[in-house]
């Protein structure tokens, strides 16, 4: 076995999410962060540094988060590199805008998935970011009997140890059943 310091630790999946926001003057930016989850029904958290994102939040209260896929990952990755302090990431990205309908934040067309959140806490300490979903908007493309189908959207998760975006795979099982036949 080799072993590795906490800091090289694998947690996996890392998702890779882009959060969209409006600065004060209305102008639409979008950031990549991987570290974040599902905290409770209905709710996001992210862990977030400093950036114009988080200062947006602070200001209008409201953001977006889209689920990077495959066929996103260019952009996706893009949203990750720049600051959007000195470019406007949107333009440059060539992307397509429109406001959610019912948060002040954009929605990036070329995602087909985005979480419509408000601020429910932010901590400036800890960069601990909490959002409520308010909605969620879905393209038909990724649809299953009206559920969103993984296999169709494929998801794509960063891979902290080789710095690469991986595919989220296939089904392997079914959650709160498959492990019933150990119960006796």
């Not at 969209?20 to 974040?36: K, Q, S, V």
């Not at 977006?64 to 990755?77: E, G, Y």
């Not at 429109?98 to 979480?115: D, F, M, Q, R, S």
Request: hydrophobic share 40%; net charge negative.
């Amino acid at each position: 076995m080799k072993e590795f310091s906490g800091k090289k630790s694998v947690i996996t999946p890392e998702g890779v999410f882009i959060i969209g926001t409006y600065d004060e003057n209305g102008i639409p930016n979008a950031m990549n962060a991987a570290w974040g989850q599902q905290s409770d029904y209905g709710e996001i958290t992210l862990f977030l540094g400093k950036h114009k994102t988080t200062e947006n939040i602070k200001k209008t209260r409201a953001f977006t988060v889209a689920m990077a896929t495959k066929d996103t990952v260019v952009i996706s990755d893009y949203f990750g590199v720049e600051t959007g302090s000195k470019v406007n990431k949107i333009e440059k990205a060539g992307v397509h805008v429109h406001k959610a309908a019912h948060v002040n934040a954009p929605i990036i067309e070329e995602y087909p998935l985005t979480l419509e959140c408000e601020l429910k806490s932010w901590d400036d300490a800890t960069g601990i970011l909490v959002g409520t979903i308010v909605a969620s908007q879905a393209d038909d493309s990724i649809l299953t009997d009206g559920k969103v189908d993984l296999d169709k959207m494929q998801p794509i998760m960063f891979d902290a140890a080789t710095s690469t975006y991986r595919v989220i795979g296939p089904v392997v099982g079914k959650a709160f059943h498959d492990g019933l036949q150990l119960r006796g």
